[in-house]
Structures are given as C-alpha cells and as structure tokens.
C-alpha cells in the first residue's frame, strides 16, 4: 500500500467498514422517511410529540453530510487541494454538531414557552373502523415502534465510527440516540396528558432537550477544534489520540535519533503528522534513513496518512520531546 502523503484508499478491513457505514446510512435514511410521515400523521396538539417531529426531520443532515463526505474524501489531492480532501468529513461533523445543537435549542424554547403560558395540549379520538380510539394511544404505538431502529444503529454506527475515527459518523450515532430518546419522552408526555398532568407533556419535551443540546455543543466543540488544529483526539473526543505516543516512542528508537517530538492534527479520518528529529551526535544523516524513517510511521497505523519528517537540533516546545511540553499521546 502507497505511503505517499494524501493518499485516499483504505486498508481492506476499514474499506468494508465504510462500505457497511454507507449502506447504515441509507438504511437510515430510508426509516427515517417512515417515521417523519408515520409521526406527522399522529402528532396532533401535543408538545412531545410536534418536538419529536421536528427533530426526526433534522435527524436527516448527519446522513446525509456523512454520504456527501464519504464522496469527497476519496478524491485525490490535487494542485488546489494538496492535502486531499480529508478535511471533508470535518465539516460534515461540524454540519451534523449544528443540527443537533439547533434541534436541542429549538426544543427548548419550544417547551419552555409551553410551560410558561401553562398550555393545556387537547389530544382528541379519531374513528377506525368504525370504532373511536384516543389519539394519545396511536402517538404512543407510533413512538415505541420508532424507538427500535435507532436503538440498532446507532450501536452500530458507534463500533463503524471507531474501526473508522469518523467523528461525523459518532455524532450521527448521537443523533440517533436523540431520536430515541425523543420517541420515550413523547410517549411520556403523551400519557401523563391522558392522566391530567398537562405540564408532562413539555417537560419530556424539555428535558429530551436538556439532553439533545449537550450533545450538540460537545460535538460541536470538537469539530471547531479539530478544523482549527488541535491536538489529535479519539473518535469519541474523550482524549488525545494514543498514535501520537506511539509515532514519538517509534522515532526515539531508531539508533540514529536522539529525541523526537510530534505535532499531531486531525483532518478527518486520517491524521496529518509533522515529526521533529534530533540526530544523534555522530549520526550519518542521509536521505534514504529519513525515507525509512517516514515509511516506518506510515506502517504504524493506516490514519497515519500524511507524515512529515523535519531534522532540527532542538525540538519545539509544543512537540513533547524530552525538552519540550507534552500536548497529546503519551508520553514514555
């Protein structure tokens, strides 16, 4: 496999991991489609469930940002885009940290205000078959049953999105925990209604929203940062990515090195490296050790895309060299 930077395959295992994250993602869209007519049709005057709508329909932009990514991110770097199109599915993840931030704002505000004028949501009967049924029931029904496919892939998309670091496809498996999330509170909402709690109805709303939002702004801090720059993270932003210790403990045990620091960015699913290399004193420098060198990080990790090999007689601070401060990775 080529180690020239930009490059745009896939190991074989991570290439069938996106194929199934790709075939996830229509199948995802393909329900989602279901359940915004199927909750359309029932929502009537209720809180939970007009928040739960809306919701379903921003639910679309993750897929969608992730399919339009997945199309962009293959193509290869040109004069215009040296580094490749990598940096792709960091707007995407971006786009998706958006959606779920608004969605969560807007259910706040939706249900604060209801609270506030103190609403009293009327949920009337409809006819079937002759027979009048209580609306709340169908919300009910059409909301657990919209409850199950999220559940299934967003467990999913979490293992995809890891085998993968794709952090649009982790905020898509978010998304679709808000959506689950929603249909219980809803179905919440709805029954305390049927039992003549009026306020239950927005306060699921509410606190479905609570919850939404924080998502939104984490994943939302982790795109902003990652396109700024920072420190490479795991997948799921819960720390500095581990590669970082593994690049710099490789480099410090070639004989001809004597220390070495890295700066490590995310650009999407891969990692853009710059490695700093003191050269031990008495070292034969040459080009084809460097060239070694290089191709021995690339091999270390597939994300490990586009490695930069610099030879300095001390390293920078923010590199964590033995000198220097430790930004990410671990340290030996």
């Known amino acids: 496999m080529s180690t020239w930077q930009g490059r745009t395959e896939l190991p074989e295992r991570q290439s069938a991991a996106l194929g199934r994250a790709v ?30 709508w809306v919701e379903d329909l921003l639910s679309f932009i993750p897929p969608l940002a992730f399919l339009l990514a ?23 993840h971006l786009v998706a940290a958006v959606a779920l931030t608004a969605m969560g704002s807007f259910l706040i505000y939706e249900s604060a205000t209801s609270l506030f004028k103190r609403e009293h949501p009327p949920i009337g009967t409809v006819e079937i ?26 467990r999913i998309k979490i293992r995809l999105a890891r085998e993968l670091h794709n952090k649009v496809l982790y905020a898509d498996a978010d ?6 999330m929603t249909a219980i509170g809803s179905i919440v909402g709805v029954a305390g209604i049927g039992l003549g709690f009026w306020w239950a109805d927005a306060a699921a709303a509410l606190f ?20 700024m720059d920072t420190a490479a993270t795991t997948f799921d932003e819960e720390g500095p990515h581990p590669l970082a210790g593994e690049v710099r403990r490789y480099l410090r045990s ?71 401060v430790q930004q990410s990775g671990r340290e030996e």
Not at 129 to 150: D, E, K, N, Q, R
Request: with cysteine; hydrophobic share 50%.
């Open 175 to 180: 998304m679709n925990k808000a959506d689950w």
């Open 23 to 52: 075939r996830l993602e229509w199948i995802t869209l393909g329900f989602l489609v279901v359940t915004v007519t199927a909750v359309f049709l029932v929502m009537g005057n209720s809180q939970a469930m007009r928040a739960a």
């Open 208 to 227: 479905i929203a609570l919850s939404i939002l924080r998502d939104g702004l984490r994943n939302m801090r982790g795109a902003i940062t990652d396109l």
């Open 129 to 154: 078959f002759g027979t009048s049924i209580w609306l709340g029931w169908l919300m009910m029904v059409v909301m657990a049953v919209t409850t199950i496919p999220p559940v299934i892939v967003g």
């Open 70 to 92: 997945v199309r962009l991110v293959a193509r290869p770097p040109s004069s215009n885009y040296p580094y490749g199109y990598h940096r792709s599915i960091g707007v995407a």
């Open 254 to 324: 070639l004989p001809w090195v004597d220390d070495a620091g890295i700066r490590m960015r995310d650009q999407g699913q891969v990692f853009h490296v710059e490695a700093f290399v003191v050269p031990a004193s008495g070292a034969d420098l040459s080009l084809d050790l460097l060239a070694e060198a290089r191709s021995g990080c690339a091999g270390l990790d597939w994300k490990l895309r586009d490695t930069v090999l610099i030879p300095v007689s001390a390293l920078p601070d923010e590199t964590g060299g033995h000198s220097g």
